[in-house]
């Protein structure tokens, strides 16, 4: 085990449903990531939040909202989703990034997504 | 631009070879690489991590390689075993635009042990 916690492990949802993933790190870290892994394709990240803030947004369609309520606890809310969003769905935290050197990131099991 | 890429989709090894997995980088600013394991069903596992003021660091049966002229890195893997198989991931590490640290991933390679 990592630290990182992910639920649910998997989840099935039509185009309109709304749905909500979540990570949990118990490792006292202060930076959360999303990312998204499809078939095929490297790791790519989504969002990054550093001291509960959005620091980083790669151009993520809308209908994916993050949350950072305290640096444990990370959610993707999911709304609207196409086909093409299916994937795994991956959390990661490390240590503190802002002013440093570039810290290892510890991932989560993930979330396999299915949109249909 | 922003890629790493890995020399081979697949390698395949006989149990007890040793195994040496490639990956180029493109950014001479990164300044930090790091291998992960990824295990089917499972999220990316750490391995073992170089900053780039060294070309070589070792770990319990896994060696990583740095050579910063070519933009190289490989990671060794002794005595390689079955509970090896997995894919394998390099990615480079820099500050993003806001300051925070960003990793760039390879696409990864399958390492397939044979008994």
């Known amino acids: 085990e990592t630290g990182v916690t992910q639920t649910p492990r998997h989840l099935v949802m039509g185009m309109t449903n709304k749905k909500s993933l979540k990570c949990e790190q118990h490792?006292?870290?202060?930076?959360m990531y999303w990312y998204k892994q499809s078939a095929k394709k490297p790791l790519e990240l989504m969002f990054v939040?550093?001291?509960?803030?959005?620091?980083e947004n790669n151009s993520v369609p809308s209908r994916f909202s993050p949350e950072c309520p305290n640096s444990s606890h990370l959610f993707l809310h999911l709304h609207t989703l196409q086909p093409e969003d299916s994937a795994l769905y991956l959390c990661?935290?490390?240590?503190?990034?802002?002013?440093?050197?570039?810290?290892?990131?510890?991932f989560g099991p993930g979330t396999r997504l299915t949109v249909l | 631009g922003e890629s790493v890429g890995l020399h081979l989709p697949t390698l395949s090894v006989q149990e007890g070879d040793n195994s040496i997995i490639n990956c180029a980088y493109s950014?001479?600013?990164?300044?930090?690489f790091i291998w992960y394991k990824q295990e089917s069903g499972k999220g990316p596992q750490f391995i073992i991590d170089?900053?780039?003021?060294?070309d070589k660091r070792q770990g319990q049966r896994v060696t990583v390689l740095l050579n910063k002229t070519v933009k190289h890195l490989s990671l060794q893997i002794a005595a390689t075993q079955p509970g090896d198989s997995a894919v394998y991931f390099c990615?480079?590490?820099?500050?993003?635009?806001?300051?925070?640290?960003?990793?760039?991933f390879g696409q990864g390679t399958t390492l397939q042990v044979k008994p």
């Open positions: 990661a935290s490390s240590q503190d990034p802002s002013g440093r050197a570039v810290d290892t990131q510890y």
């Open positions: 950014n001479s600013a990164s300044d930090y």
């Open positions: 170089i900053r780039s003021n060294m």
């Open positions: 939040y550093s001291l509960e803030e959005r620091v």
């Open positions: 990615a480079e590490g820099r500050k993003g635009s806001s300051n925070t640290g960003k990793l760039i």
């Open positions: 490792l006292g870290h202060n930076a």
